[in-house]
């Protein structure tokens, strides 16, 4: 299976905030679509290993900042490509927050939704949410960016492979999972993120 044909599907890329207590935590989603207008109902799927879904677990609100066409993969990498459970990605920036003390972005995006989970379901790798949206606004008449944007115009192309090194193994960007070997399989799955290839880094010797 060639996962690239899923990148033509149009998704939408997102900022899902979550606050649990005095923790918050913020990370990159891409699974997100309205499912009821009575009450206005979204779904949205969340990686379990993930510290954003823990929280979110524990409190039953988040926002949902819609990432527009200016974002840069700084951004994309600050909140995605790293985790909440070793790093405080909101300790050195100033993010706006909604009447829940919930952050969301404030820049880079078009609009943000505060939302209220009322069901849930465990999919395996993910947890899927049906949440009301509660309130909702608009922060700026740009485009939102789509998952192909992303892939095409946002996210960095490979660099190419380095012959005077030995690949020993392959990393995952988005959750840091290690693969031993010198090739990976085309058609691998992170078993802890689900993500594929695409998704992972040679470690050299």
Request: glycine residues 6%; contains cysteine.
């Amino acid at each position: 299976m060639d996962k690239k044909a899923l990148y033509n599907l149009s998704y939408g890329v997102f900022m899902l905030g979550v606050r649990a207590g005095e923790r918050k935590n913020g990370c990159i989603t891409n699974t997100c679509i309205q499912v009821a207008n009575s009450p206005t109902r979204i779904a949205i799927s969340v990686i379990n290993a993930n510290y954003t879904c823990e929280l979110l677990k524990e409190s039953g609100l988040f926002t949902l900042s819609v990432l527009d066409k200016t974002v840069t993969f700084e951004t994309i990498k600050h909140f995605g490509l790293q985790s909440g459970r070793n790093v405080d990605k909101l300790a050195d920036i100033s993010l706006p927050e909604d009447e829940n003390g919930i952050p969301y972005l404030g820049w880079q995006c078009c609009s943000v939704l505060s939302c209220k989970v009322v069901s849930s379901q465990d999919l395996g790798s993910h947890t899927l949410f049906i949440a009301e949206v509660v309130d909702a606004k608009v922060l700026s008449d740009r485009a939102p960016l789509t998952y192909a944007d992303y892939q095409n115009e946002v996210k960095p192309k490979p660099e190419k492979k380095q012959e005077d090194r030995k690949i020993v193994g392959w990393r995952c960007r988005i959750c840091n999972y290690y693969y031993e070997g010198s090739e990976l399989p085309k058609e691998f799955s992170c078993p802890l993120c689900g993500h594929g290839p695409e998704d992972f880094e040679p470690v050299y010797a």
